[in-house]
């Protein structure tokens, strides 16, 4: 490997045998998601196992093959604590979601 | 780079020349990201809370062919994030011919999602009779969300690709620099990123199981 390669390497941190690893856990996810949805779970309960399982893929998508790992941390900071409070003030919302079916009047 | 790096390193709060030791372009790509973020949770909320309140949520998606197209859009998509991420690699070493072909290939996926996401939407225009006012299962806001947040994201497939396609071209004829491949790339796996919660909340949580 040249030295230009090494540096390069050294900027962008990750080497493509990195990447198609990621991609396999990815895949591996998705599979085990197409599983839990086959296997009867409450609603409740699959919505949470679901949500768990896409936001552990979106970390490694946005940490690796959108690179924030080797970024500045400065960067990680300005963008996603903002993102992620926002998104849980939506969460508010969910608990009416829920009360909602148990106030419908018997049929 | 690494000079514009180290001005920027000893005063990353204090206003530096390049806090973020960013190019303008990529940090720019990353509020539009960031923005649209919002633009599909809020949606994939409004899905969700829907589906939550709803005993009678139609579930018009068989293992086969829904979930068997799904998964293999949800492999297409992840696969051209690889291919991205190595023409991004390509670009990163100066080898322009390489990162056009692993381009090409993301384009490829790409393509391969849209058809298959329209020959599903089809399906369900054409088979279940769902369409974006009403449905034959009674809830007639499941046309509606279905189509606005799995429409919204073909929008932006659609748009990668023709992104990708110029960043190609370009990228073939000598112009663009290693940069203008990473922001298109960011965006490309962005797309592939909504789909990772589209998949999940509208496909398997609406699973016709039994």
Known sequence: MSTHTEQVEQIHGATTGTFTKIWFVLLALTGVEVYLCYIQLPTLTMLTLLVGLSVVKAALIIGYFMHLKFERFSLFLTLFPMLIFCILLMLIFLGDATRIPNMRPPS | ?210
């Not at chain 2, 009678?56 to 859009?73: E, N, R, Y």
């Open chain 2, 1 to 210: 780079m690494s000079s514009h790096v180290t001005a920027a390193a000893a005063s990353a709060w204090d206003g530096g020349a390049s806090p973020y030791a960013t190019n303008s372009k990529k940090f720019g790509m990353w509020l539009f990201i960031i923005s649209d973020a919002l633009t599909f949770s809020a949606l994939l909320f409004a899905y969700t809370y829907s589906r939550v309140s709803n005993p009678d949520w139609p579930k018009p998606f068989d293992f086969s062919p829904s979930i068997i197209f799904s998964s293999v859009m949800t492999f297409c998509l992840l696969s051209s994030s690889l291919t991205m991420v190595m023409a991004v690699h390509s670009m990163n070493h100066g080898n322009r011919k390489s990162t056009v072909k692993w381009i090409l290939a993301t384009m490829l996926g790409g393509g391969a999602f849209v058809v298959l996401h329209a020959t599903e939407w089809m399906r369900l225009i054409n088979l279940e009779h769902v369409t974006a006012s009403g449905n034959p299962f009674g809830v007639p806001l499941f046309g509606g969300t279905f189509f606005a947040i799995t429409g919204l994201h073909m929008t932006h497939v659609i748009i990668g690709v023709i992104y990708l396609g110029i960043i190609c071209q370009g990228v073939g004829r000598g112009k663009f620099k290693a940069e203008d491949v990473e922001v298109s790339g960011l965006y490309w796996h962005f797309v592939d990123l909504v789909w990772m919660f589209v998949f999940p909340l509208v496909y398997l949580m609406s699973a016709r199981v039994g």
